[in-house]
């Protein structure tokens, strides 16, 4: 039988709570409370051993079932509870849920992986702020997925132009998906995968990203860093994974706990809480911001900026006529293009950049430059150098 361990509390009368660990379909070899006192009359006895801490039996069980219930365990202990149990690999089951530790796929070269809280969260910027410092002394391959991204994995070795861009646009394509942004900005060799749905852990329904790390692996890099999609996490046992926590995003959250656990550093943009994720792991933590930054001179011209989220503009060298944080509100960002009047659209290359924002720049003749979220950061640097050697295979 399946070795199991029972997560209970003293809100049950220990007779309850022995006769149901007696009817689970699993060998149970102990019990940890989680609290609770109000059915204990004294030492009570559960017909299994009771454990000081949970994690003391991780490394003989398989399943952790739940058999505790509110107030001893509410919906935010319960989420906790359950990243450490597949931060472990094991399962966690309850009366009505069930939770499994994504499967990672083994990789065979030194590898790193950015992945983060949710989506726009500045994972991608970071992702290409390592990619360009590794790539300084390494031969780097990037390995992003994406919703938006090719059926088959491609490999972008020459770094895309707008001419480039539009022409895929034009195909049919999402010529703003993470891989193209990252090997635009970045130069450095770029796979693009796509991914389809997204579970609480990070779990994918579907995914070529495997096929793509196949084709990173025939490179021979040194490195290989794979950038995760939103909150998913790529389905690859890396060496070193840095999760990003994104402005107003609780590292407490749901799973996000899960994310903390799996991850060897973490970086911190605008007000997320750096506290709550030193005392949920000890791991460096450094704190980082984000500038909007354009990849040519704009020489205090009049331009228009379109971006995803709240990028600062005040250090712009230009005339900053108009503002549209709407490229991922298509809606909005047609109306906010028909009242654009400027000579450099100042674009990100994201969402709609490419079909909307940069053909209405071609239309009116206006210059259309590319902008990247620069990471400012003192501590970043060093942190990313210190994991790869950690974590490079022999």
């Not at 007779?15 to 009359?41: F, M, N």
């Not at 094991?90 to 990789?107: I, K, N, V």
């Not at 790390?213 to 021979?220: D, P, Q, S, V």
């Amino acid at each position: 039988m399946t070795p199991a361990l029972v997560v209970i509390d003293g809100e049950h009368y220990p007779p309850v709570v022995r006769d149901a660990i007696a009817g689970l379909p699993y060998e149970v070899i102990g019990a940890w409370r989680a609290g609770g006192t109000e059915k204990l009359r004294g030492p009570a006895d559960y017909g299994v051993p009771l454990l000081a801490a949970l994690e003391d039996g991780f490394g003989d069980a398989k399943v952790v079932v739940d058999l505790s219930d509110e107030p001893v365990l509410g919906p935010r202990e319960r989420m906790l509870l359950a990243s450490r149990v597949l931060a472990a690999g094991l399962r966690y089951e309850g009366a009505d849920f069930h939770f499994e530790a994504p499967e990672l796929a083994s990789f065979p070269l030194p590898s790193l992986a950015v992945i983060g809280t949710g989506k726009r969260v500045g994972k991608t910027a970071v992702t290409a702020h390592v990619a360009r410092l590794l790539a300084r002394d390494r031969d780097v391959v990037v390995v992003a997925m994406g919703r938006g991204g090719p059926p088959e994995p491609q490999v972008a070795i020459v770094r895309p132009t707008l001419e480039s861009l539009l022409e895929l646009s034009r195909a049919g394509q999402h010529a703003a998906s993470d891989h193209l942004e990252i090997a635009a900005l970045t130069g450095v060799v770029t796979i693009g995968c796509r991914r389809a749905g997204g579970g609480l852990a990070g779990a994918v329904t579907t995914s070529n990203v495997l096929q793509g790390a196949a084709l990173a692996a025939e490179r021979e890099p040194d490195v290989v860093i794979f950038d995760g999609s939103g909150a998913a996490v790529p389905p690859v046992d890396v060496d070193a994974r840095i999760l990003v926590i994104g402005r107003g995003h609780d590292p407490l959250a749901y799973l996000n706990p899960y994310r903390v656990l799996i991850s060897d550093a973490v970086v911190v943009l605008g007000d997320a809480d750096a506290g709550a994720v030193r005392e949920l792991k000890k791991i460096p933590v450094v704190s980082a911001d984000l500038r909007l930054r354009p990849v040519l001179p704009l020489h205090g011209r009049r331009v228009a900026v379109f971006t995803t989220g709240p990028a600062a503009t005040e250090d712009l060298d230009a005339d900053v006529v108009s503002v549209s944080r709407n490229l991922a509100n298509r809606p909005q960002l047609s109306e906010d293009l028909l009242r654009t009047d400027a000579d450099v659209y100042l674009v990100e290359i994201k969402a709609a950049a490419i079909d909307l924002v940069a053909e209405a720049a071609l239309r009116r003749g206006a210059e259309v430059v590319f902008a990247e979220n620069e990471v400012v950061s003192s501590d970043l640097d060093d942190l990313i150098q210190r994991l790869v050697p950690a974590g490079a295979r022999a």
